[in-house]
C-alpha cells in the first residue's frame, strides 16, 4: 500500500516535499524541521511564513480506498486452497 509522506504548505496548499518510500534516496524521510529549513522557512509559491506542525495537523489518510471483503489481485501470487 502506497502511503506518501507529503509536507503541504498550511496557507495555499503546496506540496514542500513528498517521500514515497524506503530508497527513495539516502536520507529517509525529512523531519519538518528540514523541510522548514529546506525553504528557508517560506513557501516557495505564497511566500507565507511556514511554521511547525503540531499534532492537530497531522492527517493520516491511504493513498487507495480498499472495499472490506473485495479480493485483489497481487502481481506474483495465486490463490491457494487449503484443504484440512
Request: contains cysteine.
Amino acid at each position: 500500500m502506497l502511503m506518501p509522506v507529503r509536507y503541504i504548505c498550511g496557507n495555499c496548499g503546496y506540496i514542500l516535499s513528498v517521500f514515497y518510500e524506503v530508497g527513495q534516496d539516502y536520507y529517509g524521510v525529512p523531519t519538518p524541521e528540514e523541510v522548514y529549513r529546506i525553504h528557508g522557512g517560506i513557501c516557495p509559491k505564497c511566500k507565507h511564513d511556514l511554521s511547525m506542525p503540531t499534532l492537530n495537523d497531522i492527517r493520516i489518510t491511504s493513498a487507495r480506498k480498499y472495499e472490506v471483503g473485495v479480493k485483489m489481485h497481487v502481481a506474483g501470487r495465486r490463490e491457494v486452497s487449503i484443504h484440512h
